[in-house]
């Protein structure tokens, strides 16, 4: 990994029942521009996104991107460059 390229963790908080919210889930983030992986914890319904910082892949694009598909998201905690 090219050591100048940093990723940022954004964590949210999504309410989801079922496998098929999860994949929509999946499916809209997969679309924004930055996004390297995302993985869903339906236990506790939390979604993290790892994305590269580089493309300027900003929280607040993340959550209005999810809203669309899950009005109720909501940040986690602060997201942090890792």
Not at 10 to 26: S, Y
Not at 41 to 60: A, R, T
Request: glycine share 4%; proline share 5%.
């Amino acid at each position: 990994m090219n050591p100048n390229i940093s990723l940022i963790k954004i964590e949210l908080k999504v309410p989801l029942c079922c496998q098929d919210c999860e994949e929509t889930v999946r499916v809209q983030l997969g679309e924004l521009e930055g996004v390297k992986d995302v993985n869903v914890d339906l236990s506790i319904q939390k979604v993290i996104v790892i994305g590269h910082n580089h493309i300027k892949l900003e929280p607040s694009t993340v959550l209005n991107s999810v809203k669309k598909v899950k009005n109720r998201a909501q940040l986690w905690i602060p997201s942090r460059i890792i």
